[in-house]
């Protein structure tokens, strides 16, 4: 749901669009984008269901449209993703031979749908229709074939994901780094839709911190204009302060420096299991080598 309403601002939509399939080059305009309808029909077992995209626009050009466009996205690996797409953009094609049959106009526009993987495991099967299918090889040549346009966030390049421009590109920095255990270094790049944004983050981390700081934040600072860097400074200070504060509560001078040691250990194992910090950058931030990080903190690379 979060993702959803995220990538329905047709900002982050267009944004998605050019980044992955025409390496950052503005080719669709996000005024030149409006909603369709996502709701499809299918029969099966005698019985009329319905199946939903994630997200789907026209893009148009004055009022005729150029193409359907959609967004799926996937935080698991599906070796079955092929036919879902091809349900999906098979639905939007049955529409248009419903409503040109009887036209002058035979021609329909073409349907595009992106899948948008966010999960840390490979997606070890196929991305395209053969791949689900076992086909006796003298029928081979006589099966069509149809792929999906797959893009998992955490194989992209540092190049592509600077190519983004919206809000997508701080999704896809976190998500980068979260999944390839580098440590998570945000910029200050202003949020337009700071609550979709951070809520994401949240969400698929599994960390409330995020959520939380942003949520202590006054009016007056959100109106400002919020980034990922300020929101992740305050999280780390606000770590060291606990550190500090549990060191100082345990007593004499040196149960001082080892309670604080403790609490500032705790904090930063909490950020290398979240994803947040590697082994070797939170080592560094604790003065200690990775062998000494690892055998206080019970974490080995």
Known sequence: MTTKTLESHNKVFADIVNGLLFNGETVVEENALTSAEKDSQYK????????????????????????????????????????????????????????????????????ITLVIYFGKDDWRYGKNLHSCLAIPPKLLPFVSDYKMNFYSIKDLTKEQVEQFKSDFRVIAEFFYA????????????????????????????GDERFRDEYNSMTDETKEGGVSMCEIYDKILQEGEARGEARGEAR???????????????????????????????????????????????????
């Open 178 to 205: 979260l999944n390839n255990g580098t440590e998570y270094r945000p910029t200050n790049q202003r949020l337009e839709y700071p609550e979709e944004v951070i809520d994401m983050i949240s969400i698929f981390s």
């Open 44 to 111: 099966t077992d005698g019985k009329i269901r319905s199946q939903e995209r994630d997200v789907s626009k026209f893009w148009l050009d004055a009022n005729i449209k150029i193409a359907f466009v959609g967004i799926e996205n996937q935080s698991a690996v599906d070796e079955l993703m092929p036919l879902r797409i091809i349900s999906y953009d098979g639905s939007v094609y049955r529409s248009q031979y419903q409503s040109k049959k009887d036209s002058k106009n035979k021609k329909c526009y073409p349907v």
């Open 251 to 301: 007593g004499e001078a040196r149960g001082e420096a080892r309670g604080e040691a403790r609490g500032v250990l705790k904090i930063l194992v909490e950020l290398v299991k979240d994803g947040i910090l590697t082994l070797s950058d939170a080592a560094k931030r604790a003065n200690m080598t990775v062998d000494e990080f690892e055998n206080q903190s019970g974490l080995k690379a």
